[in-house]
Structure formats: structure tokens, C-alpha cells
């Protein structure tokens, strides 16, 4: 075989025996900028396959032709970790015969490996390859850092095709993926908008709230007991989560704490603590901004990992294991500290846990940040709409009117109210929350299951059903 | 006090209303969209119109697009709205 | 107490709202600059209702009505009286007459609500020339007045002055009014910082205004509020100390001396009032002696 490059993606498909019923595969680094799902689902809907199952790390708004393939029964099932609104409302009202299953992002690698959720053809979209297959997210003009997602898919699915818009010569170097895993090689023009991609710079907050909450996240990690030499941190790239990102950083520098790992979805924020001596190394399952992308390709200390070397539960040890503490975010959270990130305060799918109940079940600190109501609606309920991260993994809630510690932690009360932190019972919070806004009448549930929410373990944890 | 003049308060912006009032022969008209419609929507109705009723306005059409706002401010904005549309701002 | 005390515009449900969980120990409901001719009236309704509905407790609410040159400011009074502010900011303040007439309208007011004299306090906001001329006459001109208040920015334009960071330009209308206050017995506090990103730019500014001897300082960014409480809180060195103080001097009465020194340094009575001071602010803040 002199090369592995085929003409066109439909030559891919065929030549990889895909067949109505089977399953494919997609990752999600090029976020909301992706084209190359949409491009595949139009050939596979183009050759006539039906009942096909999809089996992507996270859908975005950009996959809304996704719709039309579902409609046509093209697509009859989906595996996701996360779904944004665009898909998920029209989910929520019942648009596939078959719940669609939520895994967690160490899940999602560990139920592949297992043999659980087999892949029949995983297409890899590479910002840069070489024609036998190796390839990489750090170069090209859609680079997007890592790869880290796509790993799993790699190695236990049962053909790979990579399609890259950046197709270099033998051999690639500092690859990510390696050849042995990949059969086909498709050159296209464009396999993402680098707009959608990545964002140019991730913002910290300027909502006032919001800087409380940060201000208050950093105060309680500072009074944990584990903000110490070695310490290690993720966080999301939400507003807030940055400030108490940054915030973070300026008690770590001023009292010459030097931590051991950033880890998760990097931001530029994570990089400048790298750079300010926070951190001995970041590694890095998926970039969020170009300058994350930067810092990965050109910084040995930045390392890409895969998603079973993140939050496998089957991997003989993942980073989630070994971190200490995890910032959150929430939709909703009951006064048993369950979590719901799935779906909106109306029940409809906007979300998923994504690395949530991952790094909360590892972490030895999993927080909670978000502010007592938002748009009159009050956070803490009691009980969630959906349970995506069980309450025994959550340790502390963080809003500007106080902190809740779950009462499993007693350590963490005593360290929180002896640094003088206004800690609260979570029951309070709801009826302080409630008495600001009057209590919300409770929502219909629908009849028809639209989701199921599988744990990291591959076993339920919730149902999702339809919005009436 | 009748409204005489279209008039209209608050702002689009998260956790503000906007409230527009209009002249109408006979009974209030209230309609009503909001982002917490299955939640509180029943409870801002009331609201609406027991602001109108302490403003002495009885026949009105009002139109009322919610987000997310809280109680009190919901009052702030139908009183400013009837205020002006009686003219008395 | 009023270490800091944060501005939030009078139209905006959403700052409003939220106010009392920005840290800052009073917060100003701004029905002046923050709101434009057309929404007078609705941001007058609005801080009312707030004021009305929300549980504001463990935060002062000051509110800045309009001056009272303009056609606003005895329908602001009206309707944010009956919600009893701590304090009403009266700005543009630049003669004794000016306080007067404002007060004797609120004293009106109290009159008609049933409220005991002097119930909602007064602070003359002095941002103009004449203003720091009069201060002290301000200062005295009714017992309702409880402090002054700095305001550089229309001060600097009325000077015909650039407004700096380093804030030479203030310099003497700073040492005037603390002067001015001090001697009239009232608070005084001081300009905001207004850029938002510095933050060693408030440290500095704030920690200067200490030293002149301002209680505490307005801010227009939640992003100071922590740095103001800071600089202006007793230091855990200040707080040992004046309890030693109080130690010293309960020794002596116990032993019958009049005099007694600490540290080498005779304890006379300014010494003790200042101990007092910092105790009861101390204790207002949770904070105590540290361990020995």
C-alpha cells in the first residue's frame, strides 16, 4: 500500500463497509466550528444507509442538519456526552423512538474499550495528517490543540478515517494519533470554522456577582487545607470559574505555593498560571482558546492526554484520580447537593455532564459555583429536574449568598468557618434564594423517556423525559 | 385615572420587564411573555394587575415581556408604565 | 460603619437587586448621574420597591437623589423617605443653604411620616469649588448631617483641572474637608478610584485617604469593595495594641496610678479613645486579639 488517501469522504464510507444499523463515530475539538460530522452524515444519507447510530463525544449547534438524518430515521440513536440546545430541545420533545444515551467524558473511552458501545467506522477530524494517517490538532489552519477525545475512538474502532485540511508529507512529526490505527485518509477544503473552533480569548466574568463568587471560590480552596505545594486544579471555562481561576493564581503567587497539574479543557488562563509558576505542567484533554492551542504546541510542559488517561474509570489510573480540586458549574442542585447540567430549569436538554461526574467522583474537592437565582429562578431545589453528578461527589456550593458544605465533609464546615467564610445550610440558601423570589410552581413531568443519563461506571443514573 | 397615551417602561435586559400600556374601552387586557412562563407566569399576572388596581387603572390593554425579573421590579415597571400613560410622570 | 460604600445605578433591576451581596458595607442608589432626564421616574420606583421588598440587612442603603437645582430632587425625597435610607447623598452641595433647605424639607417629611427628628441622615456630596470652601459650614449647617463626601470628578472640571491617578489635584480639597468634618464632629469619606483594572491603584489610593484620616471610601466598581475593606479595617497589629492599651489601663486603676506608660510611651487619653475606636471596630468586624 503506498497510501492510505482516498478521493472523497463517500469513497471513505463505502470503502470502510459501513451498513444500515451500524455505528460511527465523531469527536467534538472543533467544537461549534465543525464541519466534518455534517459532512459524513450527508454521504452516509446521500448512499441510502438507514438506522444508523451516532456515537459523538459532544454535539453542538453547528449539527442541527443532524435533525433532517433523524427525521429521514438516518440517524436513530445517539450516544453524546454533551448536547447543546439546538439538538437538545427538539430531543426534548421526542424526536427519536430511542432515548438518547448521556456518558460522561471518562465513560464514554472507558465503555469503548470495554466493548460496551462498539464503533464500526470512527471518523477523526485532523486539522493536520500525513497520508498513512498520522496526525495532529496542534498545526494547520483549524488546529485546536489537543485531540484527546478522538484517542479511544482510534484504537477500538473497527475501521478509522481521518479527514484533515492540512495534509503534509511522511512522516508527520509529534503526532497525536498514530498510523497504525487508521485506514483511510481523506483530504478536504475545510474540516471546521477556525471562528467556532476556538474562541480567540476566553473572558473572566465582569458580572459583580459573578466576581463574588469567584472571590469566595478562591477563599474556600485557600481555607481547604489543600492549596499547598503540589496542588492540583481544574476548572470549567465558564465567567465565573475563570475569575476564581485568576483569583486562585494570585493567592498561589503571593504565597509561593508551586502546584503539580492544571488539568481538563485548558484556557489561556490555566497557561498563564503554568507560565506564572503555579503549575509544573497542564495536561490537556481538549483547548478552549488559540492561546491554549499555542501553549500545546510549542510548551513540553503542556500535554496533550487522552480521555481514558483523563477520566476512565476502567483505565488503571486517569488524572481525574489524582486531582485535588475541581471548580463546577450547575444548572440546578438539590438540598441532597445532586447536580443537574443536562438540562435547562424548564426541562429541556442543553447540556451534559461532559467531565462533570468525572472529575467530581476523583477530585478531593469538587465545588459548585453558582449564584443563589438566576433570571428568578432559584438554584437550589429540592430536587433536580435531572441528576447528572449524585450529591455523595459534590462537596461545597459556592454562591454570593453564601456557602453550603455538604455534610458528609465535616472537615471542610470546620476549615470554612474557622477562616470566618460565611458557610450556611443548603436548606437556608433555598429558602433565602425562595424568599427573593417567590417559589416556583413545579414543572409537569413528561410521560415519554427521552434520554438516560449512564454513569462513568456504564451503569442508569437518571432518566430524562419529554417537555409537554 | 384612565391611561390617555401609549406609554411603556423597563428595559429587554436579563432580570428587567418591559411593559407597554395602551388606552382600551372596557377591562384590562393583560398578555403576558415571560422566561419563567411555566414557573411564575400565573403569579406575574396577579401582580400586573394588582399594581393597576392600586394605580386606580381599570381599563387598559398592557403587554408585558418578562425576564426573569423579580416581584419588585415587576411592580416598579407597570406603576412607570401607568404612571406615564396617565401622564402623571 | 462605612469602610466602603459602592455606587449602583438606579435604573438597572439587575445591579439593584444584588447589592447587598457585593461585600461593601453601605451601597448608593444612584437616582443622579446613573440615570438619564427620560427615566427619572422609573429608577425613583424602582430603588423604592427595592428598598421596599428586598431584606437589605448588614448593608446600609444611602441613596443619591438629585440635586436640588433640578426639578427631581423633592419627588425623589418623597418617595424614598417613607423607606427610611440611612443616609440621603445630596449632591452638588455648595453652601450651608443648601443643606438647610433640603433639610427642612425632610424634617417636613418626618413630620408627615411619623419619624422621630433627624431619623434619615444627611451627607452633603462636595464636588464643587465653592463646596470646599464651605465645608465646614456644610458641615454644621444642620445636626442631620453626618458626614461629607468627596467628589473629585466634578470637583476636577470645576477646577478646570485634569483628573490623575496620583490625584495631586485633590490633594487640598482631601485635607480640607477631613479638616472640615473632623472639626464638625461628622465622617468623612472619600472619592472613588475609577479605574476599574488597577488594582494596585486602589491599594494605593485607598490606603492614602486612610492616612489623611477619611472613614472609609466610595466605590463605582464591586472589583474595590475587598481592597477598601481591607485598607481601612484595624490591622491585627492595631487591635493587639489597643487592647494592651485597655489592659494597661486596667491595671493602673487597679493598682490606683493615674498615669501608666506602655512600650515606653505614656498613655494619655487620645491614645485610649483611639484603642476604643479600634476595639469596637474590631468587634463590629469579628475580629479579635490574636492567640498568644
Redesign the interface.
Known amino acids: 500500500m503506498d497510501t492510505k488517501l482516498v478521493k472523497s469522504i463517500r469513497e471513505a464510507v463505502q470503502l470502510s463497509g459501513l451498513k444500515s444499523g451500524m455505528t460511527v463515530s465523531f469527536h467534538h475539538h472543533l467544537r461549534n466550528g465543525d464541519f466534518v460530522l455534517n459532512m459524513v452524515m450527508e454521504e452516509i444519507a446521500a448512499l441510502g444507509l438507514k438506522d444508523i447510530f451516532v456515537n459523538a463525544s459532544s454535539l453542538f449547534d453547528v449539527h442541527t442538519p443532524m435533525l433532517q438524518h433523524i427525521e429521514n430515521h438516518v440517524v436513530t440513536g445517539i450516544s453524546a456526552d454533551y448536547i447543546s440546545g439546538g439538538l437538545g430541545r427538539p430531543i426534548s420533545q421526542g424526536i427519536l423512538d430511542k432515548p438518547v444515551q448521556f456518558r460522561t467524558h471518562g465513560g464514554r473511552p472507558s465503555d469503548i474499550s470495554l466493548g460496551r458501545t462498539p464503533i464500526d467506522v470512527a471518523f477523526i477530524a485532523a486539522p493536520t495528517a500525513d497520508p498513512m494517517g498520522n496526525c495532529s490538532g496542534k498545526y494547520g489552519k483549524s488546529a485546536c490543540g489537543s485531540l484527546g477525545y478522538a484517542f479511544a475512538d482510534a484504537m477500538y474502532a473497527k475501521k478509522v478515517v481521518v479527514i484533515t485540511d492540512n495534509l503534509v508529507e511522511y512522516p508527520l512529526q509529534d503526532f497525536s494519533i498514530s498510523e497504525d490505527y487508521v485506514d483511510f485518509v481523506v483530504q478536504v477544503d475545510a474540516i471546521g470554522n477556525p471562528k467556532g473552533i476556538v474562541s480567540g480569548t476566553t473572558q473572566i466574568t465582569r458580572d459583580p456577582v459573578g466576581l463574588v463568587m469567584a472571590d469566595l471560590a478562591a477563599k474556600v480552596i485557600d481555607a481547604s487545607g489543600l492549596l499547598k505545594d503540589g496542588f492540583s486544579f481544574q476548572t470549567g471555562a465558564g465567567g465565573a470559574s475563570l475569575a476564581a481561576a485568576s483569583f486562585l493564581k494570585d493567592i498561589m503567587l503571593k504565597k509561593g505555593i508551586q502546584g503539580s497539574f492544571g488539568l481538563g479543557g485548558i484556557t489561556g488562563y490555566l497557561v498563564d498560571m503554568l507560565h506564572a509558576g503555579c503549575f509544573r505542567s497542564l495536561l490537556d484533554v481538549q483547548c478552549f482558546d488559540l492561546k491554549a492551542v499555542e501553549s500545546i504546541r510549542t510548551d513540553p510542559r503542556h500535554q496533550e492526554i487522552s480521555a481514558m488517561h483523563y477520566a476512565s474509570p476502567s483505565s488503571r489510573s486517569a488524572a481525574v484520580d489524582s486531582l485535588d480540586v475541581v471548580i463546577l458549574g450547575a444548572t440546578e442542585i438539590d438540598t441532597d447537593f445532586n447536580v443537574n447540567v443536562h438540562t435547562d430549569s424548564n426541562g429541556y436538554i442543553m447540556g451534559g455532564s461532559g467531565g462533570h461526574s468525572d472529575t467530581a467522583a476523583g477530585a478531593k474537592l469538587a465545588m459548585i459555583i453558582a449564584p443563589m437565582f438566576r433570571a428568578r429562578l432559584p438554584i437550589v431545589t429540592d430536587r433536580v429536574t435531572c441528576i447528572s453528578t449524585p450529591g455523595r461527589d459534590i462537596d461545597v456550593l459556592v454562591t454570593q449568598g453564601g456557602i453550603a458544605v455538604n455534610p458528609k465533609n465535616t472537615e471542610l464546615m470546620q476549615r470554612l468557618a474557622a477562616a470566618g467564610l460565611p458557610v450556611v445550610d443548603i436548606r437556608e440558601l433555598k429558602e433565602k434564594a425562595e424568599r427573593i423570589t417567590g417559589k416556583p410552581s413545579r414543572l409537569p413531568k413528561g410521560d415519554r423517556a427521552v434520554a438516560e443519563v449512564i454513569y462513568r461506571d456504564g451503569t442508569l443514573l437518571d432518566t430524562i423525559y419529554n417537555v409537554k | 385615572m384612565e391611561i390617555t397615551k401609549c406609554a411603556a417602561?423597563?428595559t429587554m435586559?436579563?432580570?428587567?420587564v418591559y411593559v407597554e400600556i395602551e388606552p382600551r374601552e372596557t377591562g384590562l387586557e393583560v398578555e403576558l411573555q415571560s422566561?419563567?412562563q411555566?414557573?411564575?407566569g400565573?403569579?406575574i399576572e396577579e401582580t400586573v394587575r394588582q399594581v393597576l388596581k392600586d394605580c386606580g387603572v381599570e381599563n387598559a390593554k398592557v403587554r408585558v415581556v418578562d425576564?426573569?425579573?423579580?416581584?419588585?421590579?415587576i411592580?416598579?415597571?407597570v406603576?412607570?408604565a401607568a404612571?406615564?400613560g396617565k401622564g402623571e410622570? | 460603619m462605612r469602610r466602603s460604600m459602592l455606587f449602583l445605578p438606579g435604573n438597572n433591576p439587575n445591579m439593584l437587586i444584588n447589592g447587598n451581596c457585593l461585600g461593601s458595607d453601605a451601597v448608593i442608589f444612584d437616582l443622579e448621574d446613573a440615570v438619564s432626564p427620560a427615566e427619572k421616574d422609573a429608577a425613583r420606583i424602582l430603588v423604592r420597591n427595592t428598598m421596599r421588598y428586598m431584606d437589605f440587612r448588614g448593608c446600609e442603603i444611602i441613596v443619591r437623589i438629585n440635586s436640588i437645582d433640578t426639578p427631581y430632587w423633592k419627588r425623589d425625597l418623597d418617595a424614598i423617605l417613607p423607606q427610611q435610607p440611612g443616609l440621603i447623598l445630596l449632591p452638588k452641595t455648595g453652601t450651608a443653604k443648601d443643606v438647610q433647605e433640603a433639610d427642612a424639607y425632610i424634617t417636613e417629611l418626618e413630620q408627615k411620616l411619623g419619624f422621630a427628628p433627624n431619623t434619615v441622615g444627611l451627607m452633603p456630596l462636595i464636588e464643587t469649588a465653592l463646596g470646599v470652601e464651605n465645608a465646614f459650614a456644610i458641615a454644621t449647617a444642620a445636626d442631620r448631617v453626618q458626614a461629607l463626601f468627596l467628589g473629585a470628578e466634578d470637583l476636577t472640571a470645576d477646577l478646570r483641572c485634569k483628573r490623575t491617578k496620583e490625584g495631586r489635584e485633590i490633594e487640598y480639597a482631601r485635607t480640607r474637608l477631613v479638616m472640615a468634618a473632623r472639626a464638625a464632629g461628622v465622617e468623612v469619606y472619600d472619592t472613588p478610584f475609577t479605574d476599574v483594572n488597577d488594582d494596585e491603584g486602589i491599594y494605593k489610593d485607598a490606603s492614602y485617604a486612610k492616612a489623611l484620616g477619611f472613614s472609609g471610601k466610595a466605590s463605582i466598581s464591586p472589583r474595590h469593595v475587598g481592597v477598601i475593606n481591607e485598607v481601612f479595617s484595624p490591622s491585627q497589629a492595631d487591635i493587639d495594641y489597643s487592647y494592651e492599651v485597655m489592659d494597661a489601663i486596667a491595671m493602673a486603676k487597679a493598682q490606683g496610678k493615674g498615669a501608666i506608660a506602655l512600650r515606653g510611651k505614656m498613655i494619655d487619653a487620645p491614645i485610649v479613645a483611639r484603642a476604643e475606636q479600634t476595639i469596637a471596630m474590631a468587634e463590629a468586624l469579628g475580629l479579635g486579639r490574636s492567640e498568644q
Open positions: 417602561a423597563g435586559e436579563s432580570s428587567d422566561v419563567v411555566a414557573q411564575f400565573q403569579a425576564r426573569g425579573a423579580l416581584e419588585c421590579v411592580r416598579a415597571r406603576e412607570t404612571m406615564r410622570a
